[in-house]
């Protein structure tokens, strides 16, 4: 079976011009759910599918926008979450610079779907060269008549947005995200009420990630059983694994979901470079807790990750080498968390900076005996104390490091001081 | 003292506000603009974008201060950017770093005297695909070693 749907004509050349898409059969997707099915319909197959979010959470698609009230006196908002700032995550790039199209359609039928008429693409401010083509894909669907007033005709409005984030992790977090768009401070804010009764601008809101969305023209044309044959039977479809670090070729691998993380890495990925052996891999992007050598043949759905200690978050892998110290791992993951934290509630801002500073010190030669378990203690008083998912997304990495490398962390230690 | 924006500068605002329901959610894209015209906010800017959307001067600040890609004082014309992080680091990202500080004699966070460079150092960029690399402004250069730096500046000449 061929695995590839998302990025199965990437290797066009100019498939971001709208006609090199249409030639492909683009848009088809749009017209068949716009003027064949209703807007609950269209809610359905997509929860049949078991689509799962691709940002992170891994929260099935069609729940969340059925969570939308479908009657109510504000505009109703979608959210494109395009910020990928988790470390090691680079498959929204790819989806976005080769195939902005697809994105769209996958905007236009969800918009649909719950009743929405105003869309925003919120991308992280570096991304500015593809924020300018995501423009010039938006201005040739306008062009077409997919976006705008009374779209295929059949009375539906939707107006569509790039909004360009300007450097901060914490703004894809859903809530940061919404503070960020208008016009804030990225704080996260406090959960319930969820954005979809009161997200954007006080209005009910859905906020997806581009893989995710991508997804949908697919299931609307091949239907929710087509789209599970390729996946797992609780989280439909593909996953694009983007694979960094030490493997020989690193780069985007879209795959079922559920293929075996050794797969990935040894099959796809070419293994490890010549002369080295894995050590650990980090399975979904660095808030991920990493896994040993011993622990690759997991299947890489978002349960059976979560079941084997960890999660699928983006689907990014990062290979570590037997080369690489652990502690060079512990002090990139504690400096990312103590720049990236908000700083808005106190267990993440005070000890996002503690486990800095421990393992600055660790990594400088001026350890304590017991800073192993102090990290421990303080990672585990972190995790579900913080106003927003940052906390975990911090703690957790942190203290499955120490738990599965305490040795060769207080042995590094020694050989430091 | 106050600054007052070029009349197509105001249009261009006047674009991006109609965009959203409130005036202040144009505030990162219209500092952007700002921003890519004058090359950093000063306090004068703020205020010029603060008047212009209806908002305290406070409020601009409180983002401009926020965000690691607005910046308060001028850069050079040249922004290295290296990726530090994890997947640039597994590929020897480091010697990047140290490389441009030794060819450009200034540290990270830096602008060269002649005004030409400013070195960052920044987090994952989203290409670790492409490990070790950095951004030129806003291009993306990957797969980076000393030599293949060493053209890229040649060619910012
Ligand atoms: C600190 C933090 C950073 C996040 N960054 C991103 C991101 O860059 N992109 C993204 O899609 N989701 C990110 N998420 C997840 C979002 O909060 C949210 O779950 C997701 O956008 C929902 O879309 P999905 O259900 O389609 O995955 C992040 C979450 C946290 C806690
Ligand atoms: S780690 Fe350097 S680009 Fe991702």
């Given at each position: 079976m061929e695995t590839k749907v998302l990025t199965k004509d990437f290797g066009l050349d100019h498939l971001y011009r709208i006609g090199v898409y249409l030639e492909q059969g683009g848009y088809r997707a749009v017209k068949k759910a716009l003027t064949e099915w209703k807007p609950e319909q269209v809610i359905d197959e997509v929860k049949k599918a078991s689509l799962r979010g691709r940002g992170g959470a891994g929260f099935p698609a069609g729940l969340k926008w059925s969570f939308v009230p479908q009657k109510t006196d504000k505009p109703k908002y979608l959210c494109v979450n395009a910020d990928e700032g988790e470390p090691g995550t680079f498959k929204d790039r790819s989806i976005m610079a080769h195939d902005p199209h697809l994105l769209i359609e996958g905007i236009i039928i969800a918009a649909y779907a719950v009743g929405i008429h105003t869309a925003y693409i919120y991308i992280r401010g570096e991304y500015e060269l593809i924020a300018r083509r995501l423009e010039g894909a938006i201005g040739e669907a306008y062009a077409k008549g997919y976006l705008g007033k009374n779209i295929l005709g059949i009375g539906f409005d939707l107006e569509l947005y790039v909004h360009r984030g300007a450097g901060a992790y914490i703004c894809g977090e859903e809530t940061g995200l919404l503070e960020s768009l208008e016009g804030k401070r990225g704080n996260p804010r406090l959960k319930p009420p969820f954005p979809a009764s009161v997200g954007l601008f006080q209005s009910p809101t859905v906020i997806n990630n581009v893989e995710t969305l991508a997804n949908v023209p697919f299931i609307i044309l091949n239907g929710a059983g087509w789209f599970l044959e390729r996946g797992s039977p609780k989280d439909g479809g593909t996953r694009i694994f983007g694979v960094s670090g030490a493997v020989n070729k690193p780069g985007i691998y879209e795959l079922p979901v559920g293929t075996s993380l050794r797969e990935i890495i040894f099959t796809h990925a070419g293994g490890l470079k010549p002369g080295r052996a894995l050590k650990a891999v980090i399975p979904g992007g660095m808030s991920c807790p990493i896994f040993k050598a011993d622990e690759v043949d997991v299947k890489m759905d978002c349960d059976c990750v979560a079941a084997a200690g960890s999660m699928l978050g983006s689907g990014a892998v990062i290979v570590i080498d037997d080369r690489t110290p652990i502690l060079d791992v512990l002090s990139k993951v504690a400096k990312f968390y103590a720049h990236e934290?908000?700083?808005?509630?106190t267990p993440c801002r005070l000890g996002t900076s503690w486990i800095h500073k421990i393992v600055k010190r660790m990594a400088a030669g001026k350890g304590r005996a017991d800073d192993v378990e102090t990290l421990v203690r303080l990672s585990t008083n972190i995790k579900g104390r913080t106003l927003c998912p940052l906390g975990d997304a911090a703690a957790l990495p942190v203290l499955a490091i120490a738990r599965k490398f305490k040795a060769e962390l207080e042995n590094t230690m020694k050989g430091n001081a | 003292m106050s600054r007052e924006f070029t009349a197509d500068l105001k249009k261009r605002i006047e674009e991006i506000t109609a965009r959203y329901p409130s005036r202040q959610a144009a505030l990162l894209p219209v500092l952007h603009l700002v921003q890519g015209e004058t090359g950093f906010l000063s306090a004068e800017e703020e205020r010029a974008v603060a008047s212009i959307l209806g908002l305290p001067p406070i409020k601009v600040r409180e983002v401009v201060t926020f965000y690691t890609m607005f910046t308060r004082k001028p850069l050079g014309r040249f922004h290295l950017q290296v990726c530090s992080n994890l997947s640039c680091s597994l590929a020897a990202g480091e010697r990047i770093l140290r490389h441009l500080q030794a060819k450009l004699g200034i540290g990270v966070g830096e602008t060269t005297p002649d005004g030409k460079y400013t070195l960052t150092e920044v987090e994952c960029l989203g290409a670790c695909e492409q490990a070790p690399c950095m951004m030129v402004n806003f291009d993306y250069h990957g797969n980076l070693d000393p030599e293949k730096v060493e053209r890229i500046m040649e060619e910012l000449k």
């Amino acid at each position: 079976m061929e695995t590839k749907v998302l990025t199965k004509d990437f290797g066009l050349d100019h498939l971001y011009r709208i006609g090199v898409y249409l030639e492909q059969g683009g848009y088809r997707a749009v017209k068949k759910a716009l003027t064949e099915w209703k807007p609950e319909q269209v809610i359905d197959e997509v929860k049949k599918a078991s689509l799962r979010g691709r940002g992170g959470a891994g929260f099935p698609a069609g729940l969340k926008w059925s969570f939308v009230p479908q009657k109510t006196d504000k505009p109703k908002y979608l959210c494109v979450n395009a910020d990928e700032g988790e470390p090691g995550t680079f498959k929204d790039r790819s989806i976005m610079a080769h195939d902005p199209h697809l994105l769209i359609e996958g905007i236009i039928i969800a918009a649909y779907a719950v009743g929405i008429h105003t869309a925003y693409i919120y991308i992280r401010g570096e991304y500015e060269l593809i924020a300018r083509r995501l423009e010039g894909a938006i201005g040739e669907a306008y062009a077409k008549g997919y976006l705008g007033k009374n779209i295929l005709g059949i009375g539906f409005d939707l107006e569509l947005y790039v909004h360009r984030g300007a450097g901060a992790y914490i703004c894809g977090e859903e809530t940061g995200l919404l503070e960020s768009l208008e016009g804030k401070r990225g704080n996260p804010r406090l959960k319930p009420p969820f954005p979809a009764s009161v997200g954007l601008f006080q209005s009910p809101t859905v906020i997806n990630n581009v893989e995710t969305l991508a997804n949908v023209p697919f299931i609307i044309l091949n239907g929710a059983g087509w789209f599970l044959e390729r996946g797992s039977p609780k989280d439909g479809g593909t996953r694009i694994f983007g694979v960094s670090g030490a493997v020989n070729k690193p780069g985007i691998y879209e795959l079922p979901v559920g293929t075996s993380l050794r797969e990935i890495i040894f099959t796809h990925a070419g293994g490890l470079k010549p002369g080295r052996a894995l050590k650990a891999v980090i399975p979904g992007g660095m808030s991920c807790p990493i896994f040993k050598a011993d622990e690759v043949d997991v299947k890489m759905d978002c349960d059976c990750v979560a079941a084997a200690g960890s999660m699928l978050g983006s689907g990014a892998v990062i290979v570590i080498d037997d080369r690489t110290p652990i502690l060079d791992v512990l002090s990139k993951v504690a400096k990312f968390y103590a720049h990236e934290s908000c700083g808005q509630c106190t267990p993440c801002r005070l000890g996002t900076s503690w486990i800095h500073k421990i393992v600055k010190r660790m990594a400088a030669g001026k350890g304590r005996a017991d800073d192993v378990e102090t990290l421990v203690r303080l990672s585990t008083n972190i995790k579900g104390r913080t106003l927003c998912p940052l906390g975990d997304a911090a703690a957790l990495p942190v203290l499955a490091i120490a738990r599965k490398f305490k040795a060769e962390l207080e042995n590094t230690m020694k050989g430091n001081a | 003292m106050s600054r007052e924006f070029t009349a197509d500068l105001k249009k261009r605002i006047e674009e991006i506000t109609a965009r959203y329901p409130s005036r202040q959610a144009a505030l990162l894209p219209v500092l952007h603009l700002v921003q890519g015209e004058t090359g950093f906010l000063s306090a004068e800017e703020e205020r010029a974008v603060a008047s212009i959307l209806g908002l305290p001067p406070i409020k601009v600040r409180e983002v401009v201060t926020f965000y690691t890609m607005f910046t308060r004082k001028p850069l050079g014309r040249f922004h290295l950017q290296v990726c530090s992080n994890l997947s640039c680091s597994l590929a020897a990202g480091e010697r990047i770093l140290r490389h441009l500080q030794a060819k450009l004699g200034i540290g990270v966070g830096e602008t060269t005297p002649d005004g030409k460079y400013t070195l960052t150092e920044v987090e994952c960029l989203g290409a670790c695909e492409q490990a070790p690399c950095m951004m030129v402004n806003f291009d993306y250069h990957g797969n980076l070693d000393p030599e293949k730096v060493e053209r890229i500046m040649e060619e910012l000449k």
